[in-house]
């Protein structure tokens, strides 16, 4: 018994250490301080996982040894060692109960209650988005396919152009925002983020950023990551186009997203959220559109980064996520409140710490790490999504009805960003 309480005593306060030293240690990202936060994030997380699985491990034993106990009527200082390695095993299961049911944690607690079933018939308009998106997707998976500056540069500039053309068409002044990242596999090429904006009527200082990456990861023609996101911007960007709201409105396709710039200085968002917060921009709210076009209604088919989390969150892969680090709480409990009030499609959300996997692989990372809030609207990618980063994730697997449906409802919940 003593042996078990010094095991997850010392799991516990490494992993407490380690974390509050990641906590404190400055952000960078590269040079030596970038190596040992990567290093400490590691260690965290597997410290972590190796806690809550021998705590989980070890409840049992000390249950039943603890009932042996009850039942010899042993003395009362007999009892210390157990009901200490008892509240020591139950610790990880005790605050994980409090995140989810403190009120106000807005952890994983979410405003309204996610949708139940398949959603209604589409509407013509819905139609004709559907059809708007397909095309969209087709030409930058299909037709291009990999967009990529270290293999592919030729097309990454011929979606770039495609965008821009698209974006012009819908009488918006395109900006660009040129860049040539470090990493050598761009071997010296210029970048460009494409920015459009509607200035807000009365709060103009106040802007809600909405991008989308419009790169995919080498050797992958890149339909749901990220003609997915892509195409949803270029359609909000038709919505909104000429109707002002009373924040300013500013919609960003952005470059190198995926490896090798992933996660560094070379990310098109974070190049973009640097000049912003260089200019002292007062970004309130930032959606990133992130893979949005793949649904399931087969069971078990959403997966995790831990099977924790399916105590929690559906195991059927049929709705979307909004999913932002414990700083963007407020935002994620906005977003998720708004698509339920006018969605009739199930959702989940949850605002969780950085370092669990999944939460900022995408470009809500570049803006979260710059003081402002972020969240990621997803399908949940490679939780759900077989194809996911590979020569497979082609037009043809989106289901594009869910997909229409989705985006549509997304205008809604911009129009409720941009008007409070």
């Keep these: 018994m003593k042996r078990i309480i010094v095991l997850l005593s010392a799991l516990f306060l490494t992993f407490a250490a380690t974390t509050a030293a990641l906590v404190a240690m400055p952000f960078r990202e590269e040079g030596t301080l970038h190596s040992v936060r990567v290093v400490l994030a590691l260690a965290s997380f597997f410290l972590g996982g190796a806690w809550v699985l021998f705590s989980l491990l070890a409840l049992p034993r000390i249950g039943r040894a603890a009932f042996r106990l009850i039942r010899s009527r042993a003395g009362s200082r007999d009892f210390i060692p157990p009901v200490v390695a008892l509240i020591a095993s139950a610790l990880p299961l005790l605050m994980l109960a409090g995140v989810v049911a403190l009120p106000g944690s807005g952890l994983l607690r979410m405003p309204g209650n996610s949708y139940q079933g398949r959603p209604p018939e589409l509407t013509a308009d819905q139609k004709n988005l559907r059809e708007r998106l397909q095309d969209h997707v087709q030409m930058l998976a299909g037709t291009l396919g990999d967009r990529n500056v270290a293999t592919e540069y030729d097309k990454l500039e011929a979606a770039r152009l495609y965008i821009e053309g698209v974006f012009s068409n819908q009488g918006y002044a395109v900006q660009r925002q040129e860049y040539i990242p470090v990493h050598s596999a761009a071997r010296g090429r210029p970048c460009f983020n494409i920015i459009v904006e509607i200035p807000g009527t009365t709060l103009p200082d106040e802007v809600v950023v909405i991008g989308a990456h419009y790169d995919s990861v080498m050797g992958c023609p890149g339909a749901?990551?990220?003609?997915?996101?892509?195409?949803?911007?270029?359609?909000?960007?038709?919505?909104?186009?000429?109707?002002?709201?009373?924040?300013?409105?500013?919609?960003?396709?952005?470059v190198n997203e995926e490896p090798p710039f992933f996660w560094t200085r070379d990310m098109g968002s974070a190049v973009y959220a640097d000049r912003c917060r260089a200019r002292q921009e007062k970004i309130v709210a930032?959606?990133?559109?992130?893979?949005?076009?793949?649904?399931?209604?087969?069971?078990?088919?959403?997966?995790?980064?831990?099977?924790?989390?399916?105590?929690?969150f559906p195991t059927t892969g049929n709705f979307i996520s909004f999913v932002g680090s414990t700083s963007a709480r407020n935002l994620v409990q906005q977003t998720v409140g708004s698509f339920r009030r006018?969605?009739?499609?199930?959702?989940?959300?949850?605002?969780?710490?950085?370092a669990i996997s999944g939460v900022e692989w995408s470009d809500n990372w570049g803006f979260s790490h710059r003081g402002y809030p972020a969240l990621m609207v997803t399908d949940t990618a490679p939780f759900r999504y077989s194809y996911y980063h590979t020569p497979h994730d082609t037009p043809d697997k989106l289901d594009y009805d869910r997909f229409a449906y989705v985006t549509s409802l997304l205008e809604k919940v911009i129009s409720d960003l941009l008007s409070p």
């Design 286 to 312: 930032m959606l990133s559109l992130e893979t949005l076009g793949y649904y399931s209604d087969a069971p078990h088919s959403q997966r995790y980064p831990s099977p924790v989390f399916s105590w929690f």
């Design 342 to 354: 006018h969605a009739a499609f199930p959702s989940q959300g949850a605002a969780l710490p950085g």
């Design 224 to 254: 749901n990551d990220n003609a997915s996101g892509v195409a949803a911007l270029l359609e909000l960007a038709r919505a909104y186009a000429g109707h002002p709201s009373p924040r300013t409105l500013r919609l960003v396709a952005f």
